[in-house]
């Protein structure tokens, strides 16, 4: 298949198959003899591999070292949960720290009464770090 048959198939933009081609995640197709990208099977199943690691927010290394893995299916799998689990408290991390976003502007909003921007408590809360009930 053509690039645009790849990048409609795939839901991935044209550039990004190209990036990934230059960045190693995505091998180079062979050309057909007008020189247009002939893409296969195997490329699409590794783009798509690609894509939802993306989704899943794994950093391109690491989603170079899974398919590292992947493309050598007689090695041992330890490396893949380690990086999954380091990935996952990475994640649980964030939701941590947009919890305690989320509750301090819940509070600085529930904070406000109306009226005017010169008495809005919204606008106090934020030019004073020091009325903040978290770390963030």
């Known amino acids: ?23 190693g995640l995505l091998p180079a197709p062979l ?35 899974l398919l590292d893995l992947s493309d050598h299916p007689e090695r041992d799998c330890a490396d893949a949960d380690r990086i999954a689990t380091r990935h996952l408290a990475q994640v649980e991390e964030k ?3 947009l919890t305690l976003l989320r509750d301090e502007l819940t ?6 009464r109306g009226g005017l921007a010169g008495d809005c408590r919204v606008i106090e809360a934020l030019g004073d770090h020091g009325q903040c ?4």
């Not at 298949?1 to 960045?23: Q, V």
């Not at 003899?33 to 899943?56: P, Q």
């Open 133 to 136: 009930e978290s770390k963030h």
């Open 31 to 65: 050309r057909t003899d007008a020189n247009y990208r002939n893409y296969d099977g195997a490329h699409r199943a590794r783009l798509a591999f690609v894509r939802h690691s993306r989704e899943l927010g794994f950093t391109i290394e690491e989603i170079r070292s």
């Open 107 to 112: 509070r600085i909003v529930g904070r406000c």
């Open 95 to 97: 939701i941590a720290q």
């Open 1 to 23: 298949m053509k690039i645009g048959e790849l990048s409609r198939a795939t839901g991935t933009n044209i550039e990004t198959i190209r990036y990934y081609e230059r960045i």
